[in-house]
Every structure is written in C-alpha cells, then in structure tokens.
C-alpha cells in the first residue's frame, strides 16, 4: 500500500524538507512532544514521591512493576488490533482515556496510599501500548523510506526535546504542588495530544495482507493474528537482532528505573530538584546527537548506528555510576548525561528504521507491540532485581549492570546485524 504523503524528491528526505512538506508527521510530533512531556512530568515526580515517601528500593521497583506487566499481557494482543484499527482515532481515544486515569492519583497523601499509584499505573499501562504501538505504527505511513532515518531521528528529538522539559519541571512541580500539580500537567497534555492527532489527514487504517485473519473478537484468531506476527519476526534475521538487544537493554532499563531515584538521593545527597536536573540532562545530548542523526546520519549504515552507539552508551553509563565511588557530587553526573545522550539518539533513530526497514504496514503493529511486550517483561525483570539486590549489596553495583548490558547488546548488533538488506 503506498501511503500518501508528498512524493519524495532530493531534498523532502531532509529534516528541513521533511517538516516543509509533511503537516501530518509535524502535527504527529507535536502530540508525542507535548504527551511525553507530561510523561516526563509525571514519571519524575511519581518515582521521586514513591522513594521519599517509602524510602524503600523495593517500593520504587514496585511501581515499576505496576507499570510493565500489565504491557507483558497486553502487548501479545494491542498490535492486532492496531493493524485493523485506524492508528490515528487509537491514539486519540487512548489519550482520552489517560487523561481521566491519572485522577485517582489526586487521592495519594501518604506511604498508606501507595496501592493507588501502583493501580494507576497497572491502568495506564494497558491503555499506553496501544498508543505506543499505533504511533510507532503510523510514522512509516506518514514518510517514505528516503526518509524515515531523518524522520525517525527528529521523532526522537521529541522525546529528548520533551525529556529536558518534562524532567526539569516534573521535579519542580513535584517541589512546589507536589503530586496533585504533577497530575493536572500530565493530564492537560494527553488532551493537548488527542487534539493534535485527530488533526492529521492521512489515512491510518491498512488494508489486511491477502490471507490474513479477520479479527472478529474470538480468541483463535486473535492469537491467530498475534502468531502470523511472531513468525515474521523469527524468519528476518534483523528483527530477531533487535528483539534479542530489546531483552538486554530492556532488563537493564528496569534496573536504571529503579535505582537512579535512590542514586540521586542517597548517593549523590541530591533532592528533588536534582533528580530533575539529572535527569534532563540527558536530553541536551540526546538533542545534539538527533540532529546530528538527522542531518548526517545516512552516510553511516543503521548497523554501525545501532551498535556502535549502544556500546558507547553503556561506557558513559559506566562513567556515570561508578565515579561517585571517588568523588561524590552531582555535576558529573550531569555532565555524563549529557554525553550519554549523544549516541542514545543514534541508537534510538537507527532501531527503529531497521525495524520499519523490516516489516510490512499490514503486520507493523503486531510486531512493534511484541517488541514492546517483550521488552516490558524484561524491564519488570530488571526492577524486581534491582529492588532486591538495591537493598542487599548496595545501588552502585546493580546500577553498573545496566551499562555492561548496554555494551554486550552493542557488540551483538555490530556481529550479527547485517548491511545488506534482506
């Protein structure tokens, strides 16, 4: 099916021709950006409250856990129903629906309370992988293959453009109206987001491949549905590739959920509004590294993209946690953040378009959702560990294992992951 978008010439594959002549991706990004602002909002001053309430690391892995089974269980069905609904009203309605979630949070005062944040974000995570697997979804269908790495890196300036934002304020917010002012900002931009994605034009309900399965609400071709997607990713050697790096990353993404609260606080003596600081630093790089992705970025193959820059991602986050053991202050720690974030935007940019490269419209959906789902399980992995090991040998060693993975999952994509197109 060939999406209807502005028919690609020399120059509508660069950032600047991308933005000129795609209204739909502009509004697209425009929701992820103000959405995953509030995101950021709201994961500061969650994690940091749930900490400082609790003091307890098995707290903080709880709320994550709260936040990432559900999308184990929901992400083996979310994608086959994104590929037969319109990717674009999913969204919407998805949005909607976070919106009204988060109120139950106005309820929260005390460590008793706690229960209610884990419910919310057991709520908000089944609603969120159907969002995330309709926007992942919907971007190919929004720009040609000339420019999807462009288009892809400026998606991922979104988050790092809404991650030094939503981080910074979330602890301020945190700081100064505590949890009920972090709900009213998240909850303002879910509904700022279903406004702007009911904008776009292009159609984002894909015909089904010829033999497919209608869904019709049974079980057996739900599963039907979710197994045609499975098979398409055991037989492509590049998104087994990618599903192998999203389980090591992502268990080590669990850890990092976990434990970077407890690291700022107790570790580096750092309060609120340091964890915000932080935190957003990352984004600074993150910014610098996608516009570097996106200007230049086609001369590199994804597979030196991909790899090479997850390996010196987890060398940064190595720097990162290990320093405090010589000098413990907060400055470095924003400053290897900022460097991390430079070949995390190359990282980001590059998986997804070998992803994109390595999937149909008609079957995107479910394999972006059994991506998510997988890497959901490995995260909620990472945190039940981190939460236990945090306590007993301490946060600096479990926090390392992030980095170590980051780099092991670097050298698997640069040894297995291939240049030439299958």
Same mark, same amino acid.
Do not use: K
């Given at each position: 099916?060939?999406s209807?978008?502005?028919?690609?010439?020399?120059?509508?594959?660069?950032?600047?021709?991308?933005?000129?002549?795609? @209204?739909?991706?502009?509004?697209?990004?425009?929701?992820?950006?103000?959405?995953?602002?509030?995101?950021?909002?709201?994961?500061?001053?969650?994690?940091?409250?749930?900490?400082?309430?609790?003091?307890?690391?098995?707290?903080?892995?709880?709320?994550?856990?709260?936040?990432?089974?559900?999308?184990?269980? !929901?992400?083996?069905?979310?994608?086959?129903?994104?590929? @037969? *609904?319109?990717?674009? $009203?999913?969204?919407?309605?998805?949005?909607?629906?976070?919106?009204?979630?988060?109120?139950?949070?106005?309820?929260?005062?005390?460590a008793?309370?706690?229960?209610?944040?884990?419910?919310?974000?057991a709520?908000?995570?089944?609603?969120?992988?159907f969002?995330?697997?309709?926007?992942?979804?919907?971007?190919?269908?929004?720009?040609?293959?000339?420019? @999807?790495?462009?288009?892809?890196?400026?998606?991922? $300036?979104?988050?790092?453009?809404? @991650?030094?934002?939503?981080?910074?304020?979330?602890?301020?917010?945190?700081?100064?109206?505590?949890?009920?002012?972090?709900?009213?900002?998240d909850?303002?931009?879910?509904?700022?987001?279903?406004?702007?994605?009911?904008?776009?034009?292009?159609?984002?309900?894909?015909?089904?491949?010829?033999?497919?399965?209608?869904?019709?609400?049974?079980?057996?071709?739900v599963?039907?549905?979710?197994?045609?997607?499975?098979?398409?990713?055991?037989?492509?050697?590049?998104?087994?590739?990618?599903?192998v790096f999203?389980?090591?990353?992502?268990?080590?993404?669990?850890?990092?959920?976990?434990?970077?609260?407890?690291?700022?606080?107790?570790?580096?003596?750092?309060?609120?509004?340091?964890?915000?600081?932080?935190?957003?630093?990352?984004?600074?790089?993150?910014?610098?590294?996608?516009?570097?992705?996106?200007?230049?970025?086609?001369? *590199?193959?994804?597979?030196?993209?991909?790899?090479?820059?997850?390996?010196?991602?987890?060398?940064?986050?190595?720097?990162?946690?290990?320093?405090p053991?010589?000098?413990?202050?907060?400055?470095?720690?924003?400053?290897?953040?900022?460097?991390?974030?430079?070949?995390?935007?190359?990282?980001?940019?590059?998986?997804?378009?070998?992803? $994109?490269?390595?999937? !149909?419209?008609?079957?995107?959906?479910?394999?972006?959702?059994?991506?998510?789902?997988v890497?959901?399980?490995?995260?909620?992995?990472?945190?039940v560990?981190?939460?236990?090991?945090?306590?007993?040998?301490?946060?600096?060693?479990?926090?390392?294992? $992030?980095?170590?993975?980051?780099?092991?999952?670097?050298?698997?994509?640069?040894?297995?992951?291939?240049?030439?197109?299958?």
């Amino acid at each position: 099916m060939t999406s209807p978008v502005a028919a690609p010439g020399p120059r509508t594959h660069t950032v600047r021709g991308l933005l000129r002549t795609h @209204r739909d991706l502009r509004l697209l990004l425009a929701a992820g950006l103000v959405s995953m602002t509030g995101d950021w909002v709201l994961s500061v001053g969650l994690v940091y409250t749930v900490y400082a309430v609790t003091g307890s690391t098995l707290a903080s892995a709880g709320a994550l856990i709260a936040a990432f089974v559900p999308q184990v269980v !929901t992400g083996l069905v979310a994608g086959v129903y994104v590929d @037969r *609904w319109s990717r674009a $009203q999913t969204m919407v309605v998805g949005n909607l629906l976070l919106a009204v979630a988060l109120l139950p949070l106005l309820l929260v005062t005390d460590a008793a309370d706690v229960w209610i944040v884990y419910a919310v974000l057991a709520a908000t995570a089944v609603v969120e992988v159907f969002v995330a697997t309709a926007d992942s979804a919907m971007l190919p269908l929004l720009v040609e293959e000339p420019g @999807r790495l462009a288009a892809n890196a400026l998606n991922g $300036q979104v988050g790092q453009v809404a @991650r030094l934002v939503g981080a910074a304020l979330g602890g301020v917010v945190a700081a100064v109206w505590g949890l009920g002012g972090v709900v009213a900002v998240d909850g303002a931009t879910f509904l700022v987001a279903a406004v702007l994605v009911r904008l776009i034009r292009t159609p984002t309900r894909v015909a089904a491949e010829p033999g497919a399965t209608e869904v019709s609400g049974r079980l057996g071709a739900v599963v039907q549905e979710w197994l045609d997607g499975a098979r398409t990713v055991s037989r492509s050697r590049a998104l087994v590739v990618v599903l192998v790096f999203t389980l090591i990353t992502s268990v080590g993404e669990g850890i990092m959920g976990t434990l970077f609260a407890p690291f700022v606080r107790d570790v580096l003596d750092g309060s609120a509004a340091t964890y915000g600081t932080v935190s957003s630093a990352q984004a600074v790089g993150g910014i610098l590294g996608g516009l570097a992705v996106a200007t230049v970025g086609a001369r *590199w193959s994804p597979r030196l993209l991909f790899g090479g820059g997850a390996v010196l991602f987890g060398a940064v986050d190595l720097a990162i946690f290990l320093y405090p053991t010589l000098y413990v202050v907060a400055w470095p720690a924003v400053v290897g953040m900022v460097l991390v974030g430079l070949p995390g935007a190359a990282v980001v940019a590059s998986r997804a378009t070998v992803m $994109q490269h390595h999937s !149909t419209d008609a079957q995107r959906g479910r394999i972006f959702a059994l991506l998510f789902g997988v890497g959901a399980l490995a995260l909620a992995v990472g945190a039940v560990s981190a939460g236990f090991l945090g306590e007993s040998i301490g946060i600096i060693p479990v926090l390392a294992c $992030q980095g170590v993975g980051y780099v092991l999952a670097g050298l698997v994509v640069l040894a297995l992951l291939r240049d030439d197109p299958e």
